[in-house]
């Protein structure tokens, strides 16, 4: 769950669904972040990180079961 209190968030669609959330993390931030400034982000279980493609990128994808 992503909850953005202030600030702003970048919704990314394709044919109608959020493809892709984009919210900003502060410089330096080299392990999976699960906040920043204004929102917070909460993974259920069987959700993960991983680095994105650019360096300082996450992606939070679905871990196989």
Known sequence: MLTVESGGVLLVRHEGSITRVVVPLAEGTDSPPLSGD????????????EPGPRAGDWVVVRRER
Not at 38 to 49: N, P, V, Y
């Open 38 to 49: 204004g929102w917070t982000l909460e993974l259920s279980a069987g959700w993960s990180f």
